[in-house]
């Protein structure tokens, strides 16, 4: 089996940071694509950041371009989301995704989410 989990979210006051941590475990042959997704209260999920493997290509929704930061360890399976100048808007629980590839065969994978809420 595979697991993602995050951690590192919390309130904070806006203004503020916050950085996100995902682990990706279990029987894994190799790690694609990685991303950040959140989905706040009445809202569709939405993409936050994504990095490409090598991470030599890195994408982000325009509400946060200047403020978050991605980055990933490849050898510890790891996806890292730095938030800085944190805003209200912010305020989503934040997920974690991974394409990860088992028995040559790759799928997407998803954390269990954790809350980021942004005080005014």
């Known amino acids: 089996q595979v697991q993602l989990v995050e951690s590192g979210g919390g309130l904070v006051q806006a203004g503020g940071s916050l950085r996100l941590s995902c682990t990706a475990s279990?029987?894994?042959?190799?790690?694609?694509?990685m991303g950040w997704y959140r989905q706040a209260p009445g809202k569709q999920r939405e993409l936050v950041a994504a990095?490409?493997?090598?991470?030599?290509?890195?994408n982000y929704a325009d509400s946060v371009k200047g403020r978050f930061s991605v980055s990933r360890d490849n050898a510890k399976n790891m996806v890292y989301l730095q938030m800085n100048s944190l805003k209200p808007d912010d305020t989503a629980v934040y997920y974690c995704?991974?394409?990860?590839?088992?028995?040559?065969?790759?799928?997407?994978?998803w954390g269990q989410g954790t809350q980021v809420t942004v005080s005014s």
């Open positions: 279990g029987s894994i042959s190799s790690v694609g694509n």
């Open positions: 995704q991974a394409r990860i590839g088992r028995f040559a065969t790759f799928r997407d994978y």
């Open positions: 990095i490409t493997s090598g991470g030599d290509s890195i």
